[in-house]
């Protein structure tokens, strides 16, 4: 068989299967799993959902929960979070964590994880992926793949491929020139399969080249199988697929959906009519058989030997705390307002629903049933203890809950005029109740010496099938913000979000801003360390931080959302690529984020051995308190042509200093860096130093 080599068990076990047996076997006979074989000791392939955690355990064939109680989880960072660490190490051990997770929740692949670029700061699920920069996304991914595959379980790493909105996802075609694919939008799943070596790969809804992804040629034949050589299973996503001879005779193995007709999937019994009339051969079945009994062994399914997992240890819970903890990114801290001093805090004003909010069950396919979820209201309290009096002020709302009506929409929406009508007070009823909500919040600001607001964005805006209209704070947050810093000019501003916001109506006011993202059940926990200085602030940005949309490439030299077809006009210049060739600025750069202390860099060198550059630099811990660096080298080109970025992210490494320790780095560069500036830097906008060999 092309791409795969067969064991002689395989072949045989394949060779005593009924063609309904092997059909179940590559097509959903439950939302999350296939067909097993029972009489052949062969067992149904499990699957969940995600990036976050092991989602809940669903019914069968129902999208409801099957309302277990032994399905709750430990809720890890998102993996935004995770790439602002910049941390290797971590990536691997919150992948072990999600891998020893599934194998005690009992499942065999994990669909995460989401590795797609973001292309634009509107996307939805953004919060699922790492970067806009595919260098800083691999490095990331691979580890925690491989991480994940340490426990015996298939990491699904996903959407293959250019899935980067969530507008008309289902069907909209990408139409990216091969510049783009193959610097951007490829590179991190070709390391994620040849690197990473990740067992299954899920297909986007989308299409590519005029292809749905899931049924592809070019996407799953030219390119994963032969170009890449992968040899592994691809999962369609759920309801992906849109044609039976094109997905039988494609390289997609599994076709998953979300209806309970699955009989009657594409490659189910409309599958088998087609081989039962010689339209196509039971040859490809058989392949794609032999691939799911493939990775089966490779997961030690069939021969007593895999490994048992489990899932809430206690060690998992710390290890989604110390990803919180250096995934949060001190953005600005002027007056050095941050880290407050618990000493003597008598009395502290918490503002903002997202102090009080918990984000674990939202978000889509993402969403997780934590074990518990710590916000940062309980977070701060905590570490406060009871010496402390902490008020809490929602300062905003949400939309109100939309009341049940009593007629049915159909009948309701004859009366549009009335519903217009009901809308409308409704509108009026909720301005006035943030009205009053704001004006509480800014009388007890001025009344308070210690302020500190916790707002942003929640799953309301940061979810899959949907797409932000732009960065804005929802809920009128701007003018609570502004109105807050006039009353009580040192209000800490924190934002909690899975991608950035506008921020220029108020950000020149604000003298301390800290920008968290969902940072798992241990979240409130971080950010309160955080806050006072139990731990120094080391994330880094791992997307650009527009002053709006339109600054972002997508907006301005490309299309979004598009129609039924959206073209990446932008091409390579996507995120920092484009505001650092167009100089347009951003609010706060790509790789930007600051500490409690500061660091020097010295020493700067670079030496060249064959295909790889070797990159120097002494960094020194310049403060008075410990922190963790990460140094970030850029490749720039002496001779720019048109269609090449000033500049592109080739290495970092972060590195931990108590005061006034110096450490010598080494960052290995896998390309000749004949021709181009390296620049060792603090962000994409920091340059310490500038070497040309
Ligand atoms: C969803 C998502 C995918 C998820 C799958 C199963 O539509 O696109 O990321 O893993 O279906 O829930």
């Not at 691809?234 to 076709?255: C, K």
């Not at 004006?439 to 302020?451: C, F, G, I, W």
Request: charged share 25%; glycine share 8%; with cysteine.
């Amino acid at each position: 068989m092309k791409y795969l080599k067969i064991s002689k068990e395989t072949e045989e076990i394949v060779k005593q299967m009924t063609l309904e047996e092997k059909l179940g076997m590559i097509h959903g006979g439950q939302l999350f799993q296939t067909e097993g074989v029972s009489r052949l000791g062969i067992p149904p392939l499990k699957m969940s959902d995600g990036p976050m955690g092991v989602r809940r355990e669903f019914e069968a064939a129902l999208w409801k929960g099957a309302g277990h109680t032994d399905d709750y989880v430990t809720y890890l960072p998102c993996n935004s979070a995770l790439a602002a660490t910049w941390n290797r190490k971590l990536a691997s051990d919150m992948g072990e964590v999600l891998g020893k997770e599934a194998r005690g929740r009992g499942k065999d692949v994990i669909l995460a994880p989401g590795i797609n670029i973001k292309r634009t700061p509107l996307c939805g699920r953004n919060f699922e992926y790492f970067s806009e920069d595919p260098y800083l996304t691999k490095e990331l991914a691979v580890p925690f793949i491989q991480g994940i595959q340490k426990w015996d379980v298939a990491a699904c790493v996903k959407h293959f491929a250019v899935n980067n909105q969530e507008t008309e996802r289902l069907s909209v075609d990408v139409i990216a020139d091969d510049k783009a694919l193959r610097e951007i939008y490829l590179p991190a799943f070709y390391e994620a399969v040849t690197k990473g070596k990740s067992l299954t790969v899920m297909g986007a809804y989308n299409k590519v080249k005029g292809e749905f992804c899931c049924q592809s040629r070019f996407l799953l034949e030219d390119i994963l199988r032969k170009e890449w050589g992968y040899d592994g299973v691809v999962i369609s996503d759920w309801g992906a697929v849109h044609d039976t001879g094109l997905a039988a005779n494609s390289q997609l193995t599994i076709e998953m959906s979300v209806t309970y007709d699955f009989d009657q999937y594409y490659m189910a019994e409309p599958l088998k009519e087609k081989i039962r009339n010689g339209e196509i051969e039971e040859q490809v079945i058989d392949e794609k058989v032999i691939r799911i009994l493939t990775l089966m062994t490779r997961l030690h399914m069939l021969d007593g030997k895999r490994k048992a997992g489990s899932y809430n240890a206690p060690s998992h819970r710390q290890k989604a705390l110390e990803v919180a903890r250096e995934s949060i990114i001190l953005l600005k801290n002027e007056k050095k307002h941050l880290p407050m001093d618990t000493g003597g805090l008598k009395e502290l004003l918490i503002i903002g629903e997202n102090a009080n909010c918990m984000h674990a069950n939202g978000g889509g396919s993402a969403e997780i049933k934590a074990l518990y979820e710590i916000t940062p209201l309980m977070g701060i309290k905590t570490l406060l203890g009871g010496n402390t009096q902490v008020v809490f002020v929602p300062g905003y709302c949400r939309e109100e809950m939309k009341e049940e009506s009593s007629l049915n929409w159909q009948e309701d929406s004859l009366r549009n005029d009335k519903g217009k009508e009901k809308q409308a007070e409704k509108n009026t009823a909720l301005h006035n109740k943030r009205k009053m909500l704001r004006e509480d919040a800014v009388r007890m600001a001025k009344e308070y010496e210690h302020v500190i607001f916790i707002g942003g964005l929640n799953h309301e805006q940061d979810t899959e099938g949907n797409d932000r209209k732009d960065m804005k704070l929802p809920y009128e947050q701007d003018l609570l913000i502004r109105e807050i810093l006039k009353a009580n000019s040192n209000t800490i501003v924190v934002l909690t979000g899975g991608s950035p916001v506008e921020m220029g109506s108020w950000i020149s006011m604000a003298p301390s801003v800290l920008w968290s993202w969902y940072g798992g059940m241990e979240g409130g926990t971080a950010l309160a360390e955080a806050l006072f200085g139990k731990v120094n602030p080391s994330g880094k940005l791992p997307e650009t931080f527009y002053k709006r949309h339109t600054d972002c490439s997508a907006h301005a030299m490309g299309e979004f959302p598009g129609g039924k077809t959206v073209t990446y006009k932008e091409g390579v210049f996507v995120g920092y690529r484009y505001n650092d060739t167009f100089a347009v600025s951003p609010e706060f750069c790509f790789g930007h984020g600051l500490s409690y202390t500061t660091f020097s860099y010295d020493n700067a060198k670079a030496v060249r051995a064959k295909e790889q550059t070797q990159v120097f630099c002494t960094v020194t811990n310049t403060g008075t308190v410990k922190g963790a660096e990460t140094v970030q080298v850029y490749l720039a080109p002496l001779h720019r042509k048109k269609e090449e970025p000033v500049q592109e992210l080739k290495g970092f490494e972060k590195v931990e200093l108590e005061p006034g320790e110096s450490k010598e780095i080494c960052m290995v560069i896998e390309e000749d860096c004949k021709g181009r500036e390296i620049r060792i830097a603090s962000s994409s906008r920091d340059i310490r130093s500038i070497i040309k060999i």
